[in-house]
């Protein structure tokens, strides 16, 4: 006959060496005691990273032969999805271990869904990191463009504000045509213009004049006789050209 008193007081005790921080003695009989579970390692030191649960087990008269009863009394950062997986992984091992004590499968079971947890939320974050590294890149490779990004709304807009400002101007052009002065016109407001013409072509005939008295006085020169003293010429027959000349 399975003595279950005796069996499960060793297992109380056994599990009170294996948490001896964690564990916490709630009753004797019948044996009512709970377990914080934390996951081996951390995702970091911040306190919103931390993530925790307490299990309560109550052993049954005949555990191990019967499952024992167990919940949730707390837990850290866990949403309600996260503390029904892990009411359902605890249903599953309890029945796969019923005829042996389970506690302290029950609690790894836990605490592997935890160290899991921790294992995706740190990969979120290096793919996160990964990402946010990579647009950085990419931001810093693009070359940098000012002004405002063309869309057709933009473009269409402009456009229009574009004819708007062309056919202003040509109204203007137009305006300007119309308000300028014939030659007529010129001569009826300014008589001025009139005495100036002559003064020019005053100065052209000067100019002609001029030009013409100094191309009469240069053929003139060209004309005149040239007094050339021959007594240096004359004894230039004496004179042995040959021997002065160095010919080779």
């Not at 005939?205 to 004309?223: K, R």
Request: charged share 35%.
């Amino acid at each position: 006959m399975t003595d279950y008193a005796e069996e499960q007081t060793n297992e109380i005790e056994a599990l009170q060496s294996i948490y001896p921080d964690e564990f916490e003695e709630l009753n004797q009989s019948p044996w009512v005691f709970q377990i914080l579970i934390k996951p081996e390692v951390g995702l970091s030191e911040e306190e919103d990273d931390q993530l925790s649960v307490c299990l309560k087990f109550t052993f049954g008269d005949s555990y191990p032969d019967e499952v024992p009863m167990f919940s949730i009394e707390s837990s850290e950062n866990l949403t309600d999805e996260d503390c029904a997986e892990i009411m359902r992984a605890l249903a599953e091992e309890s029945e796969a271990n019923i005829g042996m004590v389970m506690t302290f499968t029950l609690v790894s079971a836990v605490q592997e869904y935890l160290n899991t947890q921790i294992d995706t939320a740190k990969q979120r974050r290096e793919d996160e990191q990964k990402a946010r590294e990579e647009a950085e890149r990419k931001k810093a490779e693009q070359p940098v463009f000012f002004g405002t990004p063309v869309t057709v709304e933009s473009f269409m807009e402009w456009k229009l504000n574009f004819q708007k400002e062309m056919a202003a101007k040509k109204d203007v052009k137009q305006d300007v045509n119309k308000k300028r002065l014939s030659g007529k016109e010129l001569f009826e407001r300014d008589s001025s213009l009139t005495t100036s013409d002559m003064q020019l072509l005053e100065l052209d005939d000067d100019d002609s004049m001029l030009e013409s008295q100094a191309s009469s006085d240069a053929a003139t020169a060209g004309d005149a006789d040239v007094d050339v003293d021959e007594s240096l010429f004359e004894d230039i027959d004496d004179l042995d050209l040959e021997a002065d000349l160095d010919i080779t």
